[in-house]
């Protein structure tokens, strides 16, 4: 943005660490992270009572797909965790509060993202096989299948929240947003 795009009060003093319009921006990326944590810690919590309420019969298989999915649940709350830790240090080092480098923890964040990816597919799969082999109507597959709902909802609100400067990525208003400025800076320069 340019600077006659910033409101006065928006643009600080040079040498002044604390960046509040960056902070202000951002603050709906900390909200999505936290609630992204929320959501993937009652994933975890649903997918242990899937795995409780597993049936023990010897003609059922497929404990195991219900223990990857436990496994699955367990790494994306890591992950969502990792996000929303990474945000909050941003934002004290945007706000003025601490000095430090962010880059590294960006990179490990993108990183993480991609990972989540892997992870909820892995989800998907193992959640998938393990209802089919409990039955339907079991309770285990009931919240098996909470778990995996609640895993995509975690991953879209806090795993793929990763850490950057420009807001939030590919949203549809932020593409219109670019395109209708390169229109107008092609009209303005023929």
Known sequence: ????QYQPDQIGEYGVRAQPAL???????????????????????AAVV????????????????????????????LICSFQH?????AMKVWSGQADARLEPLMRVSWILHLVSYLVVLLSLWSTISAVVLA?????????????LVLMLAA??????QYLRESGPPGTLPAHMRRLAERERRARLGS
């Open 23 to 45: 902070v202000a921006r951002m603050k709906p990326q900390l909200r999505l992270t936290q609630l992204g944590n929320l959501v993937a810690l009652l994933a975890l919590v």
């Open 85 to 89: 830790i990474c945000w909050l240090r």
């Open 50 to 77: 899937g795995v409780v309420r597993y049936p023990n019969y010897p003609t059922v298989g497929g404990v195991g797909w219900a223990l990857t999915t436990l496994a699955c649940s367990a790494v994306l709350l």
């Open 155 to 160: 991953q879209v609100t806090a795993a793929v």
């Open 135 to 147: 039955g339907w109507a079991a309770i285990s597959a009931v919240m098996l299948t909470l778990s």
């Open 1 to 4: 943005m340019r600077d006659e």
